[in-house]
């Protein structure tokens, strides 16, 4: 097993409490019967020795190429960087969308927005 695969399967094992909110609702195509996956590897170039550069998306919908990140305080600190990805991957056709990890108190909403992404992707 690559060492890729190896890091989503940890990150799945070890999910935070937002994610596994998200998860309840997203998971078994609850969601009007899209399907998501948790911690999607997106392989998007590669490095120094040709290592692949990679991102793992909290959820992704494969079809409709969107990915669904939660951001905690962490993020905060990374606005750059997810830019920067996010501009990466808006490249590769897959649409991000991001809620900060408080929104989830508002579950209805955010399952509204993400249907919004989901429906008007043709």
């Known amino acids: 097993m690559n060492h890729i695969t190896q890091l989503a399967r940890q990150l799945r094992k070890r999910q935070t409490l937002s994610e596994a909110i998200l998860w309840r609702e997203l998971r078994a195509k609850r969601l ?3 399907r998501f996956v948790r911690q999607q590897p997106i392989i998007y170039g590669t490095g120094e ?3 692949p550069l990679f991102y793992i998306l909290d959820f992704y919908n494969n079809l409709k190429k969107i990915g669904i990140e939660l951001d905690g305080g962490i993020h ?3 606005v750059e960087y997810d830019q920067k990805i996010d501009l990466i991957l808006k490249n590769m056709g897959i649409e991000i969308i991001r809620f900060k990890n408080e929104e989830l108190d508002d579950l209805k909403k955010v399952k509204e927005q993400i249907l919004y992404h989901l429906e008007k992707v043709k």
Do not use: E, I, L, T
């Open 32 to 34: 009007k019967g899209y």
């Open 76 to 78: 905060n600190d990374r």
């Open 49 to 51: 020795r040709n290592k």
